[in-house]
C-alpha cells in the first residue's frame, strides 16, 4: 500500500513555497555568470546520454529542497513497492510491474506469492519464435506467400506505444515488411490501410488487453469481414489474424486460435505495455535482438531510477522540474520537443502515458486535491515546432518548461542536415533562456540604419525577455537500447510525480464516462430513436438524423 502523505503538508513543500517568492527575479543566465560550474553540477552523464538540467529557473537550493520533499512522501518506499509488486494501483487492486517485463530471466518477481519472470520470458520467447518465422519467410498465407504487411489493430496503450516505437527504430526494420496501425474508429483509418495491402501477404495483430474497446473490436471486424471476402474459407483466418490480449475467452470467440494468441496480465497498463507481447508489431519490425536490446534500455534506466542518488536520478530530476514548474512556478503545461523526425509520435505517446496516469483531482485519501497535479503534455519534432508554436514559447504569456530530445549521432547519411537540426536544437535553448535584451534589440535597429522613431517603435516588440527553462536530453543515437532507457525515462518521472501528488497513478477512470454514454447514443443513431439527453446533445444528434443520407 502507498503512503497517503499530502504533499503541500510537508516541510519542504512550505519551504518550496516561500523558496519560489525568493526565486521570482532568478535569473538562469545570472546564474551561469554567477557560478562558473552550473552546467557540471547539473547535467549528468548517463551511458546513453547527456542530460542538462542547469537551464533550469532553479538552484541547488531548489533540488535540495526536492530532495527533501521525496524523502518526506517517502519516494524510495514507493519504488520498492513499484519494483516489488505491491498492489500499488489499489483503485482497480492491482500491482503495476510493467518494469518486470524487462527484467532478465534470473530475477524473481513474485506476485500472490508466484514469481511472473519465468511466464514473462515464456511468452517473450513465443513472440521470438513467431517473429522468426514471420520475418524469415515461414510463415505462410493462405495462398503459400510470405507475409509483406503487418496491420496492428488497437487503440491507446494498444496502439501509441508500438507505433511510436516503430516509428523511432524504423532504420532497424526490416524494409521488405510494412507495417500499418489503424486505431480510430473512424472508418477512414482502416479504409486507407486496407486500399494498401494484399489479403492474401498480410498479418493483422489484434492488440487490446480487454479485447472489447469498440474501436479495436470494430476495426478487427471489418478487417476479418474485408479479408474473407478473398479468401473465402474462415479455416485462413489462423495463418492471417494474432491477438496480444489478457481476455482468452473473448480472443477465441472472435475466432483467433489460441495458438495464436500472445498473452500479457492485469498488472501491466495499457499505456505502459509495449513492453509485453504489445511491442509484438516492434519485435517483428526490428527482430529478437533488438527487441531485447530495447528492454534491456529500459530495465538500465529502471536501475538507475531505484539506485542513483537524487543529485544524480534523471528521473527523479525530471520529477523535480515538473513539480516545481507546476506547483510553485505557475505553468500549466509542458512540452516536449524531439529533434528527431522518428520521435514525431513521441509527445502523443507521453500524453497517454503521463495524462492518463496523472490527470487526476482525487487523492489516496480519496480527497479533492487543493494543489495542482499532472500537467497539459504536447509538442512536436523541432524544428516544425520552431515554425508554428515556438512564437508563443519565446514571447507568449505562459511558462512553457521545454524538454529538448535530440541524438548526437542521427539514424541517416544526411549529415550536413544533421548538423543543420542540432544547430537549431542548441540554438533554441540558448536562445529561450538568454533571450534579446532591450539594449542589444535597440543596437542591432540602429545598424540597420532604422531612424530614432523607428526604433523606439519597434524596440518592445523585438526584445525577449528569456528565462525561458529547458532539459536538454543529448543521446548518443537512437538505438533500441537508447529508446527502451528514453521511455523508462518519463515512465518513472510521471511514477515519482504520482506519489508526490499522493494520486493513484494506474487507474483511468476518467475515460469511462463517455465510453458509456457512447453505448447509450449508439442505438439511438441506428434507431432513430433519440433518448433523454440535455438540449445542445438532442439538437447535435437530431441534426445528424435529419442530414445523413
Ligand atoms: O483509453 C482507455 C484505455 O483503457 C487505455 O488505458 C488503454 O490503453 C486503451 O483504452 C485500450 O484498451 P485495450 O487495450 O483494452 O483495448
Known amino acids: 500500500m502507498l503512503e497517503r502523505t499530502v504533499p503541500t503538508e510537508t516541510q519542504a513543500w512550505k519551504k518550496l513555497e516561500q523558496h519560489a517568492r525568493e526565486m521570482r527575479s532568478f535569473s538562469i543566465l545570472e546564474s551561469f555568470k554567477a557560478q562558473s560550474n552550473r552546467f557540471e553540477n547539473m547535467s549528468i552523464q548517463h551511458p546513453k546520454m547527456l542530460a542538462d538540467f542547469s537551464k533550469n529557473k532553479w538552484t541547488e537550493e531548489t533540488i535540495s529542497l526536492f530532495k527533501q520533499l521525496f524523502e518526506e512522501v517517502n519516494l524510495s518506499k514507493a519504488i520498492d513497492a513499484q519494483f516489488s509488486g505491491d498492489i500499488i494501483n489499489e483503485t482497480e487492486k492491482r500491482a503495476v510491474l ?106 493483422f495483430i489484434i492488440e487490446s488487453k480487454t479485447f472489447t474497446t469498440q474501436e479495436t473490436m470494430t476495426n478487427a471486424h471489418t478487417a476479418r469481414t474485408w479479408f474473407l471476402t478473398y479468401a473465402k474459407d474462415e479455416a485462413h483466418i489462423a495463418k492471417h489474424f494474432v491477438a496480444v490480449s489478457t481476455n482468452h475467452e473473448k480472443v477465441t470467440e472472435f475466432g483467433i486460435d489460441a495458438q495464436n494468441m500472445f498473452g500479457f496480465w492485469d498488472w501491466v497498463g495499457g499505456r505502459y505495455s509495449v513492453w509485453s507481447a504489445i511491442g509484438l508489431p516492434v519485435c517483428l519490425a526490428i527482430g529478437e535482438e533488438h527487441f531485447a536490446a530495447f528492454l534491456k534500455g529500459a530495465h538500465d534506466m529502471d536501475e538507475h531510477f531505484r539506485t542513483a542518488p537524487f543529485e544524480e536520478n534523471i528521473p527523479q530530476l525530471m520529477a523535480a522540474a515538473g513539480i516545481w514548474y507546476r506547483n510553485f512556478l505557475g505553468a500549466d503545461s509542458m512540452a516536449v520537443l524531439p529533434y528527431n523526425q522518428k520521435l514525431s509520435r513521441f509527445a502523443a505517446y507521453l500524453q497517454q502515458a503521463d495524462m492518463e496516469s496523472n490527470g487526476k483531482s482525487i487523492d489516496r485519501n480519496g480527497k479533492n486535491v487543493d494543489y495542482m497535479t499532472g500537467p497539459i503534455v504536447w509538442g512536436e519534432p523541432g524544428t516544425n515546432g520552431q515554425h508554428a508554436f515556438y512564437q508563443l514559447i519565446h514571447q507568449g504569456t505562459s511558462l512553457i518548461p521545454c524538454d529538448f530530445i535530440a541524438s548526437v549521432e542521427p539514424q541517416h547519411a544526411l549529415s550536413d542536415h544533421h548538423r543543420k537540426l542540432l544547430s537549431n536544437f542548441f540554438a533554441q535553448t540558448e536562445a529561450l533562456m538568454a533571450g534579446k535584451s532591450e539594449a542589444v534589440v535597440r543596437a542591432e535597429l540602429e545598424k540597420a540604419g532604422k531612424s530614432e522613431d523607428e526604433i523606439n517603435r519597434l524596440t518592445p516588440f523585438k526584445i525577449f525577455e528569456g528565462n525561458k527553462p529547458t532539459t536538454s536530453f543529448l543521446l548518443k543515437t537512437l538505438d533500441p537500447e537508447t529508446m527502451g532507457a528514453l521511455i523508462a525515462m518519463y515512465e518513472q518521472k510521471i511514477f515519482a510525480q504520482g506519489v508526490v501528488w499522493n494520486i493513484f497513478s494506474f487507474d483511468q477512470w476518467g475515460v469511462e464516462l463517455g465510453k458509456q454514454l457512447a453505448n447509450v447514443i449508439l442505438p439511438e443513431l441506428e434507431s432513430g430513436n433519440v433518448g433523454q439527453h440535455d438540449e445542445s446533445t438532442v439538437g447535435l444528434i437530431n441534426y445528424y438524423l435529419e442530414n445523413r443520407a
Open 98 to 203: 510493467h518494469t518486470a517485463l524487462r527484467r532478465p530471466s534470473t530475477d524473481e518477481v513474485k506476485v500472490d506469492g508466484m514469481n511472473v519472470i519465468p511466464e514473462i520470458h515464456k511468452v517473450l520467447a513465443s513472440m521470438y519464435a513467431f517473429a522468426n518465422k514471420v520475418r524469415g519467410g515461414q510463415w505462410k498465407g493462405y495462398t503459400g506467400k510470405s507475409i509483406q504487411h503487418v496491420v496492428n489493430i488497437g487503440i491507446g496503450g494498444s496502439d501509441l506505444g508500438p507505433r511510436m516505437v516503430y516509428e523511432a527504430l524504423e532504420p532497424f526494420s526490416r524494409p521488405d515488411l510494412t507495417f500499418h496501425f489503424v486505431s480510430n474508429v473512424d472508418g477512414a483509418d482502416i479504409s486507407h490501410v486496407l486500399r494498401e495491402i494484399d489479403p492474401s501477404r498480410t498479418l
